[in-house]
Structure formats: structure tokens, C-alpha cells
């Protein structure tokens, strides 16, 4: 039989155990942190009928689509958690109680080319929140608050929510008599941090948005303005009065920004940004981005904002809601990639490792069993091997705690637990020694990632 070379495919990701445990615990804390929230997990179907995911897609959607027949049916893996969002909410409307909170944490799929840093098969941890009918100002501050406790879960504290509204955006282009075109504008002016001032003022003034040079700096000089975020409100109030969706995107962001504050979110992690229009349509009101400010290569880590009809497609009831989603592949690829995660982080299968020293596994059997009903992970060594291999094998594992159960140990009631990291060795009572174990394994104390 011919050995066939075993490959991944590009844009696939497959990670050793011991990154597998890191991404776990980023996965871990998103879920707690959601949690917290009342968020409801979900978890839609990997593949969906092609019409269903389409509904809302135009011709790069489908090109970047996995489509497929199977007998009659036009079949099609999800490329995001949004539209079946949209499909589940239409389809259990009357069972659900709104708003409805939702988290989910799954793959999709997209095959575009694959790239250093992105992927065709990925991770999204999205949240949001869907209305009947209506939808609370304050949701639109809720939202970037629990991304706030998620980085800070992750151990990361030099990052930055950047907020803006989008009537503001709309409102403005209005005032200029560009309302047709404030789409394009908007597209356009989201790509500011990627191509600077000038190659954005130029897209303005080409053949496609058909600016004159005088609504291009002054679109530039609008969403040039900073400082903080008091600073800018009051920038922002001085073009108050000229148009009604302007105002009302105006006191949208005000709200915000003081509910922001009330979540305890600390005003160097959330800045008003009028650079950020977020390229999609749907966006109606307040919109995200989250960088690492000591990383902006990376670029946004975390996106999203208010739209005002979800399910438009599937059903005539509206139904706003609000959201945000993380890519978290990515994310933690390019951590990875910085250096950034923590080594310190245990990447073990295992609290401990019960290592039996006598040819009887009863006793090594009972302790393991004791161990687990404290709360600890346990793996029980079966080989029968020499001890030095059995130490060989804890070492190779990672694990930071290994179990001895010997004669001695068995005649006492008692079991010896090495500290694999400093080679200290106790012995204890087995009740004594999970107690032992589990407070030098508190995950709680150890960041995911090291900010430098």
C-alpha cells in the first residue's frame, strides 16, 4: 500500500496540544465573560441551504462562498454567525423572549486566498442583542463594556475601543449635499488607517465618487477631529442644529460614552473616533473597532455596531439588534505571532499525573478518582515502565504536579506530589494534596497574554 503524505490545507489551522490548551482558555474566558451577561449560547448549523446564506450576500459573498449539491439540494457552509443569526431569530421569533441575547463561538468558512493571518477556516466569538420592534440606546454601550472585561480577561490592559455613530456620518454627508453618495464616503474613509490622507482624498476625487476638492478636505477635516472624548463632543456640537439625524447620532454617542463610563470602563480604553464608518451597509448607528495600541499592524481586533433590521430578508417583522464579533483565529494567531501569549500559561492536558510505584492499581485508581472529585484534571499513568521514563513522560506532558504512590505512601494513607517546575517534593494526604494542587494551578492568576 502506497503511504499517502499526510498535509493540512492552506488556510487551515491545526495547533499542537499545548497551543490547543492556550486558544481553549481564550475560548473559556469569552464564554464566563459572556455568561456573565445573561448571553444564551447558540449554535447553528455549519452548513445552511445556499438561498438562506445568500439572502444577504452580493457577487463577493458568493464568490467566496463553499458551495456544494448533495441530490436536489443547493448546499453552502456558513461565512459568518450574523445571517444565521438572522434565520434563527426569524424562525423561533414567537419562542424567543426579546430582547434576546445570544453568544456564539464557532467556525466558518470562506474561500478567499489565504494569507499570512487570515484563514479560510476561522473562529468568530460574536455577541448581540435583538430587539421586537425597538432596542434600547443603552445596548449600544453594554456591548463594547464586555469586550472591555474580555481583553482585560485576556490580560491585555493597552487597548482601545474606538466609538462613532453612524447618523453622525450620515448627517454630516446630508450637510453637504452628499447623501447619495455617503455609502461610497463611508466605504472609503474606513480605509483611512490602512492608506493615510491623502490616497483617501484622492479615492474621493476619482471618477467613482466624483467629489470636488473642497468636499474632500472638508470631509478630511471633519473626521481629523480629536482629543478626548469631552474635547470632541463639543467639536461635534458646534455642527448641532443643521440636521436632525445628525442630532439624534449626537445624543446616540453622548449616551453612550456616559453609559460607557457607568460600566466602569475607564476613558483610556474607549475613544470617540469619527474615522470609524465600519465598510458595511447594515451599520445604522453606533459602530466599533478595538486595536492594541501597542500593536496597530495588527489593525482591528474586535467589530461591529447597531443595525436596525437583522432578519429583513426572512421575515417582515423588524428587528434591530446590536452585536460585535471577534476573529478569533486570527487574533490568536497574531499574538502567537508577536510573542505575545504567555509561556507562563500552563499547556498541560492535566493538573496532575498519578504515577503508581507498585504493580497494584487499585490504590493509584482511588487516588486519581480523589483527586478528579476535588475538581482537579487527573491522568493516571498506565505503562509499566521505569520510573525515570515515567518522569521522562511528566516532563514531555507539561504537567505541574506529579502524584507518587508507593508502598510507603499506601501504608500511611498518603501520597509524596512533586512540584515538576521547582522539584520540590511533599508528602500529603490526599484530600491535602488536591488542596496543594489546585492552589498552585488557579488558572485565574495566570493572563493569557503578555502585554511588552
Avoid: W
Amino acid at each position: 500500500m502506497d503511504i499517502i503524505k499526510p498535509r493540512t490545507l492552506s488556510g487551515f489551522m491545526e495547533l499542537l496540544p499545548g497551543k490547543q490548551i492556550q486558544f481553549e482558555r481564550m475560548v473559556e474566558i469569552l464564554r464566563n465573560t459572556y455568561s456573565s451577561y445573561g448571553f444564551a449560547p447558540l449554535d447553528t448549523p455549519v452548513i445552511e441551504d445556499a438561498q438562506i446564506l445568500l439572502a444577504k450576500g452580493g457577487g463577493e459573498t458568493e464568490k467566496q462562498i463553499y458551495r456544494f449539491q448533495k441530490g436536489d439540494s443547493d448546499l453552502a457552509l456558513r461565512f459568518d454567525l450574523t445571517v444565521p443569526l438572522a434565520k434563527y431569530v426569524a424562525l423561533h421569533c414567537n419562542d424567543l423572549a426579546f430582547p434576546f441575547r445570544r453568544f456564539q463561538i464557532s467556525k466558518v468558512y470562506r474561500g478567499e486566498r489565504a494569507q499570512r493571518g487570515r484563514f479560510r477556516e476561522f473562529y468568530q466569538a460574536d455577541i448581540d442583542i435583538i430587539g421586537d420592534g425597538k432596542l434600547d440606546i443603552l445596548n449600544e454601550a453594554e456591548i463594547p463594556a464586555i469586550i472591555y472585561k474580555v481583553f482585560r480577561g485576556f490580560g491585555l490592559n493597552r487597548f482601545q475601543i474606538r466609538v462613532n455613530n453612524r447618523k453622525i456620518l450620515n448627517g454630516f454627508y446630508a450637510m453637504l449635499n452628499l447623501s447619495e453618495k455617503s455609502g461610497e464616503i463611508m466605504r472609503t474613509v474606513d480605509k483611512l488607517d490602512k492608506i493615510g490622507p491623502e490616497k483617501v482624498k484622492a479615492i474621493l476625487m476619482d471618477e467613482e465618487c466624483g467629489l470636488t476638492p473642497e468636499q474632500a478636505d472638508e470631509i478630511l477635516k471633519f473626521i481629523a477631529i480629536t482629543g478626548s472624548n469631552g474635547e470632541v463632543i463639543a467639536a461635534l456640537e458646534g455642527y448641532a442644529g443643521r440636521n436632525e439625524i445628525f442630532d439624534l447620532g449626537l445624543t446616540e454617542l453622548k449616551a453612550v460614552c456616559n453609559n460607557l463610563a457607568a460600566f466602569g470602563v475607564p476613558e483610556e480604553n474607549f475613544a470617540v473616533d469619527l474615522t470609524i464608518a465600519r465598510g458595511l451597509d447594515y451599520y445604522t448607528g453606533t459602530v466599533y473597532e478595538t486595536t492594541l495600541l501597542d500593536h496597530p499592524e495588527i489593525g482591528s481586533v474586535c467589530s461591529g455596531g447597531r443595525y436596525d433590521n437583522l432578519a429583513g430578508y426572512y421575515i417582515e417583522k423588524q428587528l434591530p439588534g446590536v452585536g460585535i464579533s471577534i476573529g478569533l483565529t486570527r487574533l490568536f494567531y497574531v499574538l502567537d505571532e508577536q510573542g505575545l501569549l504567555n509561556p507562563a500559561l500552563p499547556t498541560a492536558p492535566a493538573d496532575a499525573l498519578v504515577l503508581p510505584m507498585t504493580g497494584e492499581p487499585g490504590p493509584a485508581i482511588a487516588l486519581a478518582e480523589t483527586l478528579r472529585s476535588a475538581g482537579l484534571k487527573v491522568q493516571l499513568y498506565g505503562e509499566q515502565k521505569k520510573f525515570k521514563q515515567k518522569m521522562a513522560y511528566a516532563n514531555k506532558l507539561g504537567v505541574p504536579y506529579a502524584v507518587l504512590l508507593g508502598e510507603d505512601e499506601i501504608a500511611e494513607g498518603m501520597c509524596s506530589v512533586k512540584n515538576m517546575a521547582t522539584g520540590e517534593q511533599v508528602k500529603l494526604a490526599p484530600a491535602d494534596a488536591a488542596a496543594y494542587i489546585k492552589a498552585g494551578t488557579d488558572l485565574g492568576k495566570v493572563p493569557v497574554i503578555l502585554e511588552k
